[in-house]
């Protein structure tokens, strides 16, 4: 089974508007962490956001945060505000406690703002 | 500071060659990562070292190999290239493996080597 699924290949959004990119995982180790990164067209992999499977409150920062649902295994990633910068490929990974340094990704959701 | 650095950032090479990437993290990061991205696979993990040691490694043949120095730089060598190695060879690097604490795992990137074999 897939540790990472990413089911939306592309998305568009409005300018100023919000858009949410679908994230689930399968894991049985109860301690991992979920993360978020941006790779834009030049290729460089940035780090988004981090929520940790203990953490109570969803995780937030600046115009990103990530919606959080253990029960469904979920953890969705929701940008305010779109912006024309944040057109880019979007991945969502997770590291199990049990799997060293490993990550995880998934195939990733390519998302367009339009102006 | 300083992010991490990969070199080559392009380069061309033919089947049976061989070929060797640098990568060097963040001042203070003693674990270094690396993943093969392609098109239809996606990103996909490679191995990753700290202190000098192999932790872990993926699912990849034994042509795919790595090191690492004590001053944390990476280097990874694919030998008796193949096209099926063409794809974005991206680095990343992090404090330490330490669950415990959050920060200490988020894997900062290079911006990659890309390699094409003709």
């Known amino acids: 089974a897939q540790k990472i699924t990413q089911t939306q290949p592309g998305m568009f959004v409005q300018e100023k508007e919000a858009v949410t990119l679908d994230c689930t995982y399968d894991?049985?180790?109860?301690?991992?962490?979920l993360f978020w990164y941006k790779q834009p067209s030049s290729g460089e992999m940035i780090f988004l956001i981090y929520q940790g499977s203990y953490d109570q409150q969803n995780a937030t920062e600046g115009r990103y945060s990530l919606n959080f649902q253990k029960a469904r295994k979920s953890a969705n990633l929701v940008i305010s505000a779109s912006q024309l910068g944040d057109s880019a490929m979007y991945f969502c990974?997770?590291?199990?406690?049990?799997?060293?340094?490993?990550?995880?990704f998934g195939t990733g959701t390519s998302l367009t703002v339009i102006p | 500071k300083a992010g991490v650095t990969q070199t080559p950032r392009y380069l061309i090479k033919t089947r049976g060659q061989q070929v060797t990437l640098s990568c060097s993290p963040i001042?203070?990061?003693?674990?270094v990562s690396w993943y093969q991205q392609t098109p239809g696979q996606g990103l996909q993990f490679l191995f990753e070292y700290f202190s000098e040691t192999q932790r872990n490694k993926g699912n990849f043949p034994g042509r795919f190999s790595g090191r690492q120095f004590s001053n944390s730089r990476s280097e990874m060598n694919v030998s008796t290239l193949e096209l099926g190695d063409s794809a974005l060879y991206l680095c990343?690097?992090?404090?330490?493996?330490?669950?415990?604490?959050?920060?200490?795992?988020?894997?900062?990137f290079g911006a990659g080597s890309r390699l094409t074999v003709l």
């Open positions: 990974a997770m590291r199990e406690l049990g799997g060293g340094n490993q990550f995880y």
């Open positions: 001042s203070g990061h003693r674990s």
């Open positions: 894991t049985s180790d109860p301690s991992y962490g």
């Open positions: 990343a690097s992090s404090l330490a493996g330490d669950f415990v604490l959050p920060g200490a795992n988020v894997l900062t």
